[in-house]
């Protein structure tokens, strides 16, 4: 069984750096093919992909945000870590993040998401 | 602005059924069989209901279709049932530096 949880952080300041940590179970991601993302959504809003590591540790950024991110996997701990920097009020939104397969591009289980909230 | 373009809302009775749009461009929807579907209620996260255009993950119920034509993909979903009230979103791939994009979203009301 595939789980998957985010953890992090509920309050950031503005400018300051989020970082935000992916524990999964159920699958390694030293497994061909097997890769993890971050998605976000904005309170009432659409959701967003920031980006992707691939067992191989290949790596995708949502080019709207590459300059802020960057995502790391530890293998032996089964996490993803996510870092976006230079937090704005406009980045508070639910972070989740969800297994993918790299044969089929999809997100396919998720985490339950979690609320950052960017305030002074 | 979501990069793919949904309708913010459909409605429909039970028993009934609806379609949901999800249009693109050449550059992912049209380019590429990586369309994908999910289903987020209130509170909760993203549950993948159709991938690859229209492969069923398992455990998914075949009310639910998904087909493409051009830049637009669809969902249709048949025999509506109350639980199926929901936000739905498209995602589709979008080339190796874009990866996924996906589409702002509708509400399915059922009636």
């Known amino acids: 069984q595939i789980t998957l949880k985010e953890s992090g952080p509920t309050l950031v300041k503005p400018t300051q750096t989020l970082t935000l940590t992916c524990t999964f179970s159920?699958?390694?991601?030293?497994?061909?093919?097997?890769?993890v993302g971050w998605i976000r959504q904005p309170p009432g809003k659409a959701l967003e992909w920031l980006a992707l590591?691939?067992?191989?540790?290949?790596?995708r950024y949502s080019p709207s945000l590459k300059s802020r991110l960057t995502i790391t996997k530890d293998t032996s701990k089964n996490q993803v870590v996510l870092t976006m920097t230079n937090m704005d009020p406009v980045d508070t939104a639910t972070y989740f993040c969800?297994?993918?397969?790299?044969?089929?591009?999809?997100?396919?289980?998720w985490g339950q998401g979690t609320l950052v909230t960017v305030s002074s | 602005q979501s990069a793919l373009t949904q309708p913010a809302s459909v409605s429909g009775s039970p028993g009934q059924s609806i379609t949901i749009s999800c249009t693109g461009t050449s550059s992912d929807v049209g380019s590429y069989n990586f369309v994908s579907w999910y289903q987020q209620h209130p509170g909760k996260a993203p549950k993948l209901m159709i991938y690859e255009v229209s492969k069923w993950p398992s455990g998914v119920s075949n009310r639910f279709s998904g087909s493409k034509s051009g830049n637009t993909a669809s969902l249709t979903i048949s025999g509506l049932q109350a639980e199926d009230e929901a936000d739905y979103y498209c995602?589709?791939?979008?080339?190796?530096?874009?990866?996924?994009?996906f589409g702002g979203g509708t509400k399915l009301t059922v009636l």
């Open positions: 995602c589709s791939y979008a080339g190796s530096s874009t990866f996924v994009v």
């Open positions: 969800a297994h993918l397969l790299q044969r089929q591009l999809d997100f396919d289980y």
């Open positions: 159920g699958f390694s991601l030293s497994t061909t093919g097997v890769g």
């Open positions: 590591i691939y067992w191989n540790d290949d790596y």
